[in-house]
């Protein structure tokens, strides 16, 4: 007998100011299914490398046309296994902790409210984009220009996409743009979700609290 068991896994974020507690981004992502069931195996079978390590922020999920209008790109998620998916233009990698680490922000088992019930659990990635962070950012939140141009320094950190990557610990959280292109070419890292929403600026004034959540069920 072959008891087929169908599984899903869901992803939800939320980015709100820490101060004033405006959401500025609420809601589901992407899931690269086929990178992902690689981690899963992987991390069952005790492969340290494939925790849920880093969070990446970028700014090239949505395009300005001509007439100023706002158009979002689709999230670099597949069915099929891609180790080189990353987003579209990367400017931050933020490494959380979890359960083999100890620094950072944290990336959590959240229990359900009853453990002998109920077929799923979440995983909570939180992260706070703390004052004066990125040092290079803009004083105010009041960025000028198209927000996916590398070359403009005052919406380098105007983020439109977030990817959450599995992979080792102790790569560090990089702005440096060689360094983020040597940790997405070089390093043995995987992304498994991707989500793209309307520009949010981090400038230096602006404490960032993002809260991604994927829960995963099994038997639906």
Same mark, same amino acid.
Request: glycine letters at 8%; one cysteine or more.
């Given at each position: 007998?072959?008891?087929?068991?169908?599984?899903?896994?869901?992803?939800?974020?939320?980015?709100?100011?820490?101060? #004033?507690?405006?959401?500025?981004?609420? *809601? $589901?992502? /992407? %899931?690269?299914?086929?990178?992902? =069931? +690689?981690?899963?195996?992987?991390?069952?079978?005790?492969?340290?490398?494939?925790?849920?390590?880093?969070?990446?922020?970028?700014?090239?999920?949505?395009?300005?046309?001509?007439?100023?209008?706002?158009?979002?790109?689709?999230?670099?998620?597949?069915?099929?296994?891609?180790?080189n998916a990353q987003l579209?233009?990367?400017?931050?990698?933020?490494?959380? #902790?979890?359960?083999?680490?100890?620094? *950072? $922000?944290? /990336? %959590?088992?959240?229990?359900?409210? =009853? +453990?002998?019930?109920?077929?799923?659990?979440?995983?909570?990635?939180?992260?706070?984009?703390?004052?004066?962070?990125?040092?290079?950012?803009?004083?105010?939140?009041?960025?000028?220009?198209?927000?996916?141009?590398?070359?403009?320094?005052?919406?380098?950190?105007?983020?439109?996409?977030?990817?959450?990557?599995?992979?080792?610990?102790?790569?560090?959280?990089?702005?440096?743009?060689?360094?983020?292109?040597?940790?997405?070419?070089?390093?043995?890292?995987?992304?498994?979700?991707?989500?793209?929403?309307?520009?949010?600026?981090?400038?230096?004034?602006?404490?960032?609290?993002?809260?991604?959540?994927?829960?995963?069920?099994?038997?639906?």
């Amino acid at each position: 007998m072959i008891d087929h068991i169908a599984g899903c896994i869901k992803g939800h974020i939320l980015i709100r100011d820490a101060e #004033t507690k405006e959401v500025l981004a609420d *809601k $589901d992502n /992407a %899931v690269h299914y086929g990178n992902i =069931s +690689t981690e899963i195996a992987q991390a069952l079978t005790g492969d340290p490398n494939s925790f849920i390590t880093y969070m990446a922020f970028g700014n090239g999920g949505v395009i300005i046309d001509s007439s100023g209008g706002i158009v979002y790109r689709s999230p670099n998620t597949s069915l099929n296994k891609n180790p080189n998916a990353q987003l579209y233009n990367t400017t931050l990698i933020y490494e959380m #902790t979890n359960a083999a680490s100890n620094v *950072k $922000d944290p /990336a %959590v088992r959240v229990p359900q409210e =009853s +453990t002998l019930t109920g077929n799923y659990e979440d995983i909570l990635a939180q992260v706070v984009l703390v004052a004066g962070f990125p040092v290079t950012q803009q004083n105010m939140d009041n960025a000028a220009g198209s927000n996916n141009q590398i070359s403009d320094d005052s919406t380098t950190f105007v983020f439109n996409e977030i990817a959450l990557f599995c992979g080792p610990k102790g790569l560090g959280t990089l702005t440096d743009t060689a360094q983020i292109q040597n940790f997405l070419i070089n390093s043995d890292t995987r992304l498994i979700t991707h989500v793209i929403f309307h520009p949010v600026q981090k400038s230096l004034n602006r404490v960032l609290e993002i809260t991604y959540t994927l829960r995963i069920q099994m038997g639906i």
